[in-house]
């Protein structure tokens, strides 16, 4: 039996916000999660980001020289990582940045494309964002943006039976470290892998003059009155299969150079 394309409310969301963690955990704990869903082991879930500490994010298919000033990042000590989604690289503090991940169902985007699916996932937030007062659109094909600049970039996997969509977006700018940690406007050293594109950003903070918690706040209600949400947290199993993941893959070195 074919089955159809399903509706957000067709599912009891739950709602996850930890303590802030090690930066590979977050990457750790997306895999795990998306796991869990596709095998029905948790419901479909939104889960807001905590960092311990910056890092400087790949994406699943960057080479690490082209994108990243990797001796200034050993010199302060600066986490490179890499998630299982592709897309651009990213410097990330946490003060300054608003990291969501949803881990659907495929029902939920049946018979979209990955265009369609980047903007049907992200409608709330966009819905969210013109509540406070800022002129956002979703622009093809994985952008959040608005009449002050980009706010940030989703991407996505279709893997274990779900999908997992993520957003990071600028709350603030560390604009004097962006081009000492990555290689902003400046020739790629080799030709491989995806390269990131460069546009100008425009800040929540700048945007709203809110505070950060206050907007993450106000983006969970969002999502609530849209598409229902019920409070829930990570079990013991699956913070143990994340930290395991930690030690196997997302921590190591192999990992982090999958494309040098």
Same mark, same amino acid.
């Given at each position: 039996?074919?089955?159809?394309?399903?509706?957000?409310?067709?599912?009891?969301?739950?709602?996850?916000?930890?303590?802030?963690?090690?930066?590979?955990?977050?990457?750790?704990?997306?895999?795990?999660?998306?796991?869990?869903?596709?095998?029905?082991?948790?419901?479909?879930?939104?889960?807001?980001?905590?960092?311990?500490?910056?890092?400087?994010?790949?994406?699943?298919?960057?080479?690490?020289?082209?994108?990243?000033?990797?001796?200034?990042?050993?010199?302060?000590?600066?986490?490179?990582?890499?998630?299982?989604?592709?897309?651009?690289?990213?410097?990330?503090?946490?003060?300054?940045?608003?990291?969501?991940?949803?881990?659907?169902?495929?029902?939920?985007?049946?018979?979209?494309?990955?265009?369609?699916?980047?903007?049907?996932?992200?409608?709330? &937030?966009?819905?969210?964002?013109?509540?406070?007062?800022?002129?956002?659109?979703?622009?093809?094909?994985?952008?959040?943006?608005?009449?002050?600049?980009?706010?940030?970039?989703?991407?996505?996997?279709?893997?274990?039976?779900? &999908?997992?969509?993520?957003?990071?977006?600028?709350?603030?700018?560390?604009?004097?470290?962006?081009?000492?940690?990555?290689?902003?406007?400046?020739?790629?050293?080799?030709?491989?892998?995806?390269?990131?594109?460069?546009?100008?950003?425009?800040?929540?903070?700048?945007?709203?003059?809110?505070?950060?918690?206050?907007?993450?706040?106000?983006?969970?209600?969002?999502?609530?009155?849209?598409?229902?949400?019920?409070?829930?947290?990570?079990?013991?199993?699956?913070?143990?299969?994340?930290?395991?993941?930690?030690?196997?893959?997302?921590?190591?070195?192999?990992?982090?150079?999958?494309?040098?």
């Amino acid at each position: 039996m074919t089955q159809k394309r399903t509706d957000w409310r067709d599912y009891d969301w739950q709602l996850i916000r930890g303590a802030p963690v090690p930066v590979e955990m977050n990457h750790a704990l997306d895999e795990v999660l998306v796991r869990r869903v596709g095998a029905g082991k948790r419901p479909p879930t939104f889960r807001f980001w905590d960092r311990q500490g910056p890092e400087i994010v790949l994406g699943r298919f960057q080479s690490v020289r082209n994108e990243v000033q990797i001796e200034n990042c050993e010199a302060d000590g600066i986490r490179i990582n890499r998630r299982i989604t592709g897309g651009g690289a990213m410097f990330v503090e946490p003060e300054n940045a608003v990291t969501y991940s949803i881990y659907a169902p495929p029902e939920l985007v049946k018979g979209m494309g990955f265009a369609d699916s980047y903007q049907y996932l992200d409608e709330w &937030v966009i819905e969210g964002l013109r509540s406070l007062g800022i002129d956002a659109w979703y622009e093809p094909i994985n952008d959040i943006t608005s009449s002050g600049g980009k706010i940030g970039g989703a991407a996505q996997a279709r893997r274990h039976g779900a &999908v997992l969509h993520h957003a990071t977006m600028a709350y603030d700018m560390a604009s004097t470290a962006i081009p000492r940690y990555l290689r902003v406007g400046q020739e790629k050293l080799s030709d491989k892998g995806v390269t990131s594109a460069d546009k100008r950003v425009g800040p929540l903070r700048l945007q709203t003059q809110m505070d950060r918690l206050d907007i993450i706040e106000h983006l969970i209600e969002t999502f609530r009155q849209r598409h229902g949400l019920q409070d829930g947290q990570l079990t013991e199993d699956e913070v143990a299969e994340a930290e395991e993941l930690v030690r196997t893959r997302f921590g190591t070195e192999e990992w982090r150079y999958l494309l040098p």
